[in-house]
């Protein structure tokens, strides 16, 4: 129990130290408890197995904030292959494409190929609004999947749930799950002991970050009930472009950077739209940064690191 | 048959003409629809044109229209040919919403 506090605490001051601005992130789970590292200096890990998220890419996207997110994306590519330790996979927690269009999505494969690992997408509201409201994207990412793109999978004793909140949104609301998938989620958990670590990962956060920009997930709190009995469960979101984390109970909620441009954090600008920094500096903001966490009680280590280091 | 289609012609042309008189333009900047809230006579069309450089699209309340996605500059016109008050908002950011008042 001690152990359990002592190192939620160190996780809060250590995130509290940090400058966030990563393009990708290694989890690795060792004891069940993930920590993110950094990409291109990941030490190998002498347990466990460490996996990659990569979120928003937002291929297709030409603006001042970054007139070509598939030179940042590429970048991004090379640290994870730059990594001493090959990540058992990868997940992108959606946004994938600009506008959903097949050109973007051929760029981003070409790109991603690069990186010759599995990948697990979930989709992210613009990769849903080609003419046939994502078809596109399940033809190409979600052929696994149930409805429209959920799905799980095991590794390594681990569970992995990818869940899909980008449809059917609500006047006034934020992301949306559906009863559908509720209920398929609370299926899909009833198999798991207790003890089984769980990680979840959708696109929107599925916690509420700032109601008036939609970042949170209106029935969020509805997956998380069927979540409360396990023991260990991080929650893995993209969306805003930014890195923020929550530690509540058993639930560790983090989101990732974007590989394509900054967003403003909430309440720093009138809207959350794209956040342009000043030419040459793009890359001093897209950086990469990590968490280790260490065995019993050692505190966690954080470094701090950009793409123009 | 001919008068059914001449009957349209003449429909679609007054329809046309007095939708002209009335055209407006709702602007999309900063994640917000401006004004929010517009009050016109029932057959006026309405424009709706984003400034943003992230896509938005338009989706009456009850998906009783709704735009495709529009990239920065597109717009999408709707003519509003019944009174009543219509909300609407953005179907890729729900937090926006918009409303238009129809007076007959």
Known sequence: ??????????????????????????????????????????????????????????????????????????????????????????????????????????????????????????????????????????????????????????????????????????????????????????????????????????????????????????DGVEALKHLARFGSVTVLNGHIHQVMQKVEGNVTFHTARSTAFPQPAPGTAPSPGPKTVPPGELRGVLGVSSVTVAKGKQPLAIVDSTLAD | MKKALSLAFVA???????????????????????????TVKKGTKITFVNHDDLPHNIVEEKAAFKSKALDTDESYSHVFDKAGEIVYFCGLHPQMKGKVIVTP
């Open chain 1, 1 to 218: 129990m001690d152990r359990d506090k002592d190192r939620d605490v160190s996780r809060r001051e250590a995130l509290r130290c940090m400058a966030w601005a990563g393009t990708g992130l290694v989890w690795t789970l060792s004891e069940g408890v993930p920590g993110a590292k950094l990409i291109g200096f990941a030490e190998a890990s002498t347990k466990g197995f460490s996996f990659v998220q990569i979120s928003d890419s937002h291929i297709g996207f030409n603006k001042p904030a970054n007139p070509d997110p598939s030179a940042t994306f590429g970048e991004a590519i090379a640290k994870i292959n730059a990594l001493p330790e090959k990540p058992a996979f990868m997940i992108h927690t959606g946004d994938i494409s600009h506008l959903s269009r097949p050109k973007e999505f051929d760029d981003f494969d070409q790109i991603v190929r690069g990186a010759k690992l599995d990948m697990h997408y979930v989709p992210g509201e613009h990769d849903v609004i080609d003419e046939k409201q994502g078809q596109a994207y399940l033809d190409r990412y979600g052929k696994r999947s149930r409805g429209k793109g959920w799905y799980s999978f095991d590794h390594s004793g681990v569970h992995f749930v990818g869940l899909v909140n980008v449809y059917d949104l609500k006047a006034g609301g934020m992301g949306n799950l559906g009863a559908e998938q509720l209920a398929w989620l609370a299926d899909d958990l009833r198999r798991k002991s207790a003890s089984t670590p769980i990680v979840v990962f959708a696109h929107i956060p599925l916690w509420i970050i700032a109601a008036d920009w939609g970042w949170g997930t209106s």
């Open chain 2, 12 to 38: 679609s042309v007054f329809a046309v003409t007095s939708a002209r008189a009335d055209d407006v333009q709702v602007a999309i900047d900063n994640f917000a629809f401006t004004p929010a809230t517009i």
